[in-house]
C-alpha cells in the first residue's frame, strides 16, 4: 500500500487562517468527488471558521477524562475505520491527553494514517518548531510547551505560507475575529504587538525559502540537473588581487543593481599549499569595496583557478561571471595556450561570462623575487658538507673499489649529494653532483685515473648519475623555498588576524591602531600625515604635511622622514620611523594603512555628524519654540489682558455675573500660561540632564488614578489594572505627569462618544502601560518626531489646548526613569501610546 501524502499549512501566528484554508481546500476537494473527512477540526469558537465546515462530514471525537476534566481528541481508531481518502487533521504539534491513545503527539497520530495510504492535510504555526522554539521565547516572552521536530514538517510533501501582514492580522484581532472581545486588548498588548508578529513572520518566511531552496536543490540532484536555473541573478566577480579588482567589481556591482534581488559575490582562488601571489593589502581593499557596494567575500582554495572559480559559481546557483581580461602578453599567452578566462568560458555552460577589459590589460605580470629560501649559512654548511663527506668518501670507495660495483659507488655518490641538499639546498648540491661526477669518473671507471671514458655505459651511468642529483637537489631547494614562504604567509595572516581582532575587540581609535602598527612592526613611532592643502603633496616637503595622529617619540612631519611609508590614498599616508621594511613587511603594512584608512574616515564622519546634530537639534528648536510662542504664549497674555483691562473699564458698570466672567476668562488664560512656563521648564530640565529622578517601587494602581483626578475629563477612560500587576521602578511624581500627559493627549484626539482605554501588563522583567485612543492615530512615517517638542498633528483640535509639549515631556520623564515610550497603531483605527518601565523584583 502506497504510504498517504501530507500537506502542511503554515502560520506566523495564530488567526492568520490556517484552519479556514485547510477547511477551503477539503470542501473543494470533496466537489471533485474526493472522500474527504474532517478527522478533527478545532475552530476556537470562530463562527466563520465554523461555517466553513459546510457539509464535510466529521468524525465524533474521542471524549477522554483526565483529572476530573473532560477533554476531547481526535478517534484515530474511527478514522481508519471510515477508510477516507483524505483526512483534514488540525493542530499538528498538539499534545494528546494522556490516556486518549498510544501516541503523546498528533503528529505521531498522523503518521499512523499516512502509514495507512490516507492523505492528510494539517496545519501547524512556526513558533511550535522545535528548532525555533527558543528563538520565538526570546521574541514574544512565551515558552511553547507543544513543538513538533522540524524533520516531521520537513518531510511534508507540500508546505503552504498563510501568510497576512501583522497589521492585517491585528485588525483581524481588533474586530473580534479571532479571540473574544474581552481578550482582544490583553493580546494586542502582549502576544500579538507589531514587533512580536513582524519577527514571527519573517521567521515563517525565511524558514519556507530555506525549505523552497532544499526542495529545488534535491529535485536537481535526483535529476542531475547541473545548469543554472536563474531564480535570481547572482553575479560572480573573480579576483586575483590585481590592480583590476577595483574595475571588475564596480562592473559586476552595477550588473547586479540591474535586477530586482540582484547579488554580488567576490571569490578569490588561493593555491590549496596556502600560497598566493595576490598581496594581502590589495585584496584587502577589493574586499571592503565588495562589502561597502552591498556584496560578500569569499576565498576558496583550488589548483585549477579557472575549475574552482566555476565550481564556486555552480554551488551559489550563479547566473553570470565577470572576470578581467589577463595581464599577460599575447606572445605569453600563445605560448601558455588557454588562460583562466577561455577556460572558464568553456567550463561555464549557461554561466554568462563577461570579460571587461581594464587599463592593466596585456601589460604583464610583476615576478616575484627570486631569493632563496635557504639562508647563507646553511649554503655555506651544505658546501662544507659536500667537501667534508666526497674527501671522506672517495678514498673508502677507492680502497674497496675490487669489492664495490660501479653502481654502488654511484649510489653512494648520490646519497652525498641528497644529504648535501637537505643541508644546503641546491647550489651546493649542484656543486656536489658535478664533483662527485668526476670523482667517480677519475676513481672508478676504466681507464682509471683520467677522465676518459671507455665503455659506453658508464656514460650513461654518470650522465643519470648528474641529472638525478641535479634533480632531487632542485626539489629540496624548491621545498625550502615553498615552506618559507608558507610561513611567512602564515605569520601575516596571524598578525592581520590579531589586527582585525583589535577593530573587533573595539580599539577604533587612531591612537589605539597606530600603536598597535607600531608594536607589530618593531617601530618607534608611527604618524599619520595628511596633505595640508587637501591634494598630492612632495613626500619630501615637511610644510606640505600635516599630522592628524601619532604615536612614539621623535614622529615624523613628512614621508620621508620616516624609514617606511604606505600611501591610504591621494591625501593621507601612514608613515613608519625606526627601521627600513623588508618588500614583504611593506605589503602588508599597506592593508595596515587602509584598515586605518577606513578608521580614520569613519571617525571623521562620527565627529561631523556629532557636530552637526546639536546645531541642527538647536536651530529646530528655536525655529519650533518661536512659531509655538508666537501664537501659544500671546494667546493666554492678550485673553487675561482683555479681561483685566475690561473691568477695569470706568466708564462700564458689569453686572455680577459679567464680573465673574471675565475673572475665569482671566483666571483660565492665566493658568494656560502657568501650564505652558511649567512645559517649557520641564523640557529644557530634560534636555541639559538635570532632572531630579528618584526611583522607589510604585504601584501603578496609585499613580494612574492620581493622575486621571487631574484630567476634566477623566471620566471617558476605561482603567484595566490586573490585580497581580507587579509595581515597577520609577518617580512616582514624574510617573504621574507621564500618565496625565498621555491621557490628555488622548482625549484630545479621541473622537466624541469614544472612551479611551488604559491597560497595564507584564513582560517577564518589565511592564507596560498601554494608552489607546480611536483618534486618527499617528503615522508610521511621525511615530518617532510626534515626541520631538513642539509637534501637533495636522488635524490637531483647534481650541489653542497645548504646543506640543506633552509626549516630549513624557518620552523625557520616563527615559531619566531608565524607560521608553513608543507609539504604534491601534487596530481598527487611533494610536496607542506605549510606555515600557522595569518591573520591581
Known amino acids: 500500500m502506497a504510504r498517504g501524502t501530507l500537506r502542511i499549512y503554515l502560520g506566523a501566528a495564530p488567526g492568520v487562517g490556517k484552519t479556514y484554508a485547510m477547511l477551503d481546500e477539503g470542501c473543494r476537494r470533496r466537489a471533485r468527488g474526493v472522500d474527504v473527512v474532517a478527522a478533527f477540526v478545532e475552530t476556537h469558537g470562530r463562527a466563520h471558521t465554523a461555517e466553513r465546515i459546510g457539509d464535510l462530514p466529521v468524525v465524533p471525537r474521542k471524549k477522554v477524562t483526565y483529572r476530573d476534566a473532560e477533554f476531547e481528541e481526535m478517534d484515530l481508531a474511527a478514522v481508519l475505520a471510515s477508510r477516507p481518502q483524505q483526512a483534514l487533521v488540525d493542530e499538528l504539534a498538539h499534545t494528546n491527553v494522556p490516556g486518549s491513545g498510544l501516541h503523546e503527539k498528533r503528529w505521531q497520530d498522523i503518521d499512523v494514517l499516512l502509514d495507512a495510504g490516507i492523505d492528510v492535510i494539517s496545519t501547524v504555526n512556526i513558533q511550535h518548531l522545535e528548532s525555533l522554539n527558543d528563538v520565538v521565547e526570546q521574541i514574544t516572552g512565551v515558552h511553547q510547551r507543544e513543538t513538533v521536530p522540524d524533520a516531521v514538517v520537513r518531510a511534508a510533501d507540500q508546505i503552504e505560507l498563510i501568510d497576512l501582514t501583522p497589521e492585517a492580522l491585528r485588525r483581524r484581532m481588533a474586530h473580534g475575529n479571532i479571540y473574544p472581545a474581552e481578550k482582544v486588548d490583553a493580546a494586542l498588548g502582549n502576544y500579538f504587538r507589531p514587533g512580536n508578529l513582524t519577527a514571527l513572520r519573517e521567521l515563517a518566511l525565511l524558514w519556507l525559502a530555506d525549505r523552497v531552496e532544499e526542495g529545488m536543490q534535491r529535485y536537481r540532484e535526483q535529476h542531475g540537473i547541473t545548469g543554472t536555473w536563474e531564480t535570481r541573478e547572482r553575479i560572480v566577480v573573480a579576483l586575483t588581487g590585481g590592480p583590476e579588482g577595483d574595475t571588475l567589481i564596480r562592473r559586476a556591482a552595477r550588473i547586479a543593481a540591474r535586477s530586482v534581488g540582484g547579488e554580488l559575490l567576490a571569490v578569490h582562488v588561493s593555491r590549496s599549499d596556502g600560497l598566493a601571489e595576490a598581496g594581502v593589502a590589495a585584496l584587502t581593499t577589493q574586499r571592503l569595496l565588495v562589502e561597502s557596494l552591498g556584496g560578500s567575500y569569499h576565498s576558496v582554495v583550488g589548483d585549477d583557478v579557472a575549475r574552482a572559480v566555476i565550481e564556486f559559481a555552480r554551488s551559489v546557483d550563479a547566473t553570470q561571471i565577470v572576470l578581467g581580461a589577463s595581464r599577460r602578453p599575447l606572445w605569453l599567452q600563445a605560448l601558455s595556450g588557454a588562460g583562466t578566462g577561455s577556460t572558464v568560458t568553456h567550463l561555464s555552460g549557461q554561466i554568462d561570462v563577461h570579460m571587461v577589459t581594464h587599463d592593466y590589460a596585456r601589460r604583464g605580470r610583476v615576478l616575484p623575487s627570486l631569493a632563496g629560501g635557504l639562508t647563507p649559512r646553511r649554503r655555506l654548511a651544505g658546501l662544507v658538507t659536500a667537501v667534508v663527506s666526497l674527501a671522506a668518501l672517495t678514498p673508502i670507495c677507492a680502497a674497496l673499489r675490487d669489492q664495490l660495483s660501479l653502481a654502488a659507488n654511484v649510489s653512494l655518490y648520490l646519497l652525498v649529494v641528497i644529504v648535501t641538499s637537505l643541508v644546503g639546498g641546491f647550489y651546493p648540491a649542484l656543486a656536489a653532483a658535478i664533483a662527485g661526477s668526476l670523482l667517480l669518473n677519475f676513481y672508478f671507471v676504466e681507464p682509471l685515473h683520467t677522465f676518459t671514458i671507455a665503455a659506453p655505459e658508464n656514460v650513461v651511468a654518470l650522465v643519470i648519475f648528474l641529472l638525478s642529483a641535479v634533480l632531487v637537489s632542485q626539489v629540496v631547494d624548491i621545498a625550502a623555498r615553498r615552506s618559507s614562504q608558507a610561513t611567512r604567509a602564515t605569520a601575516e595572516a596571524e598578525t592581520l588576524s590579531t589586527f582585525a581582532g583589535s577593530l573587533l575587540r573595539g580599539e577604533q581609535g587612531l591612537t589605539?591602531?597606530?600603536?598597535?602598527?607600531?608594536?607589530?612592526?618593531?617601530?618607534?613611532?608611527?604618524?599619520?600625515?595628511?596633505?595640508?592643502?587637501?591634494?598630492?603633496?612632495?613626500?619630501?616637503?615637511?610644510?606640505?604635511?600635516?599630522?592628524?595622529?601619532?604615536?612614539?617619540?621623535?614622529?615624523?612631519?613628512?614621508?620621508?622622514?620616516?624609514?617606511?611609508?604606505?600611501?591610504?590614498?591621494?591625501?593621507?599616508?601612514?608613515?613608519?620611523?625606526?627601521?627600513?621594511?623588508?618588500?614583504?613587511?611593506?605589503?602588508?603594512?599597506?592593508?595596515?594603512?587602509?584598515?586605518?584608512?577606513?578608521?580614520?574616515?569613519?571617525?571623521?564622519?562620527?565627529?561631523?555628524?556629532?557636530?552637526?546634530?546639536?546645531?541642527?537639534?538647536?536651530?529646530?528648536?528655536?525655529?519650533?519654540?518661536?512659531?509655538?510662542?508666537?501664537?501659544?504664549?500671546?494667546?493666554?497674555?492678550?485673553?487675561?489682558?482683555?479681561?483685566?483691562?475690561?473691568?477695569?473699564?470706568?466708564?462700564?458698570?458689569?453686572?455680577?455675573?459679567?464680573?465673574?466672567?471675565?475673572?475665569?476668562?482671566?483666571?483660565?488664560?492665566?493658568?494656560?500660561?502657568?501650564?505652558?512656563?511649567?512645559?517649557?521648564?520641564?523640557?529644557?530640565?530634560?534636555?541639559?540632564?538635570?532632572?531630579?529622578?528618584?526611583?522607589?517601587?510604585?504601584?501603578?494602581?496609585?499613580?494612574?488614578?492620581?493622575?486621571?483626578?487631574?484630567?476634566?475629563?477623566?471620566?471617558?477612560?476605561?482603567?484595566?489594572?490586573?490585580?497581580?500587576?507587579?509595581?515597577?521602578?520609577?518617580?512616582?511624581?514624574?510617573?504621574?505627569?507621564?500618565?496625565?500627559?498621555?491621557?490628555?493627549?488622548?482625549?484630545?484626539?479621541?473622537?466624541?462618544?469614544?472612551?479611551?482605554?488604559?491597560a497595564a501588563s507584564a513582560h517577564a522583567d518589565r511592564v507596560e502601560l498601554r494608552v489607546i485612543d480611536r483618534g486618527p492615530g499617528i503615522p508610521a512615517t511621525k511615530a518617532e518626531t510626534v515626541f520631538a517638542a513642539f509637534q501637533r498633528q495636522d488635524d490637531a483640535p483647534t481650541d489653542g489646548a497645548g504646543v506640543g509639549l506633552g509626549l516630549a515631556i513624557a518620552r523625557g520623564f520616563t527615559e531619566a526613569m531608565g524607560g521608553t515610550v513608543t507609539a504604534e497603531e491601534t487596530p481598527g483605527g487611533g494610536a496607542t501610546l506605549v510606555v515600557n518601565l522595569a518591573a520591581a523584583t
Open 512 to 758: 589605539a591602531l597606530l600603536e598597535r602598527v607600531r608594536e607589530t612592526f618593531a617601530m618607534r613611532s608611527v604618524s599619520l600625515l595628511k596633505h595640508a592643502t587637501g591634494g598630492r603633496a612632495s613626500p619630501s616637503v615637511p610644510g606640505q604635511w600635516t599630522t592628524v595622529a601619532t604615536v612614539g617619540d621623535n614622529a615624523p612631519a613628512c614621508p620621508t622622514d620616516g624609514d617606511a611609508f604606505a600611501a591610504i590614498d591621494d591625501e593621507q599616508t601612514l608613515v613608519l620611523r625606526g627601521r627600513p621594511l623588508p618588500a614583504e613587511d611593506q605589503r602588508v603594512l599597506s592593508a595596515f594603512a587602509a584598515q586605518v584608512g577606513v578608521a580614520y574616515r569613519q571617525g571623521q564622519l562620527a565627529e561631523a555628524a556629532a557636530a552637526v546634530e546639536p546645531l541642527a537639534e538647536s536651530e529646530r528648536q528655536r525655529t519650533a519654540l518661536l512659531n509655538a510662542l508666537s501664537h501659544d504664549l500671546r494667546t493666554p497674555i492678550a485673553s487675561a489682558k482683555a479681561a483685566v483691562t475690561s473691568l477695569r473699564a470706568p466708564d462700564i458698570a458689569w453686572a455680577d455675573a459679567e464680573r465673574r466672567e471675565l475673572i475665569d476668562t482671566a483666571d483660565a488664560a492665566l493658568d494656560r500660561l502657568t501650564d505652558l512656563v511649567t512645559n517649557l521648564l520641564d523640557l529644557s530640565r530634560v534636555q541639559a540632564g538635570v532632572l531630579p529622578v528618584l526611583t522607589a517601587p510604585v504601584g501603578l494602581d496609585d499613580v494612574v488614578p492620581r493622575a486621571l483626578d487631574s484630567i476634566a475629563a477623566a471620566r471617558d477612560v476605561d482603567l484595566d489594572l490586573p490585580d497581580d500587576l507587579p509595581a515597577v521602578i520609577a518617580d512616582a511624581g514624574l510617573l504621574e505627569r507621564v500618565v496625565a500627559n498621555l491621557a490628555q493627549n488622548a482625549l484630545r484626539y479621541s473622537p466624541d462618544g469614544q472612551q479611551v482605554r488604559i
